[in-house]
Nanobody, 122 residues
Framework: QVQLVESGGGSVQAGGSLRVSCAASGYTFRWYCMGWFRQAPGKERERVATVSAGFNTRYADSVKGRFTISRDNTKNTLYLQMNGLLPEDTARYYC????????????????WGQGTQVSVSS
């Protein structure tokens, strides 16, 4: 079955950097849109970034210019490089996989990892 396992979260000071990873298994990774989402306590889940099977990327306005999503289809791994971190980036970060094989705007993110915590102090 589909498994998504995130890693790489941690605690940093504002202005610092982190890279989180998501190892995927159980399906043909390269065919599907992948996304990073985050959720902070008391807040709704937010879509952070997506990357299509064709490597097209999109970002939430709140992270544009600071975060970079990428995928390595040879390793079945999704990445999120986070630079210039701000305290408001503190959240649990989840990777998710589409199950339809369509572009990311129409994706059905049916598969989710367990998340990894990112904490940014001021």
């Amino acid at each position: 079955q589909v498994q998504l396992v995130e890693s790489g979260g941690g605690s940093v000071q504002a202005g610092g950097s982190l890279r989180v990873s998501c190892a995927a298994s159980g399906y043909t990774f390269r065919w599907y849109c992948m996304g990073w989402f985050r959720q902070a306590p008391g807040k709704e889940r937010e879509r952070v970034a997506t990357v299509s099977a064709g490597f097209n990327t999109r970002y939430a306005d709140s992270v544009k210019g600071r975060f970079t999503i990428s995928r390595d289809n040879t390793k079945n791994t999704l990445y999120l490089q986070m630079n210039g971190l701000l305290p408001e980036d503190t959240a649990r970060y989840y990777c998710a996989a589409d199950r339809r094989g369509v572009n990311c705007d129409q994706a059905d993110f049916a598969y989710w990892g367990q998340g990894t915590q990112v904490s940014v102090s001021s």
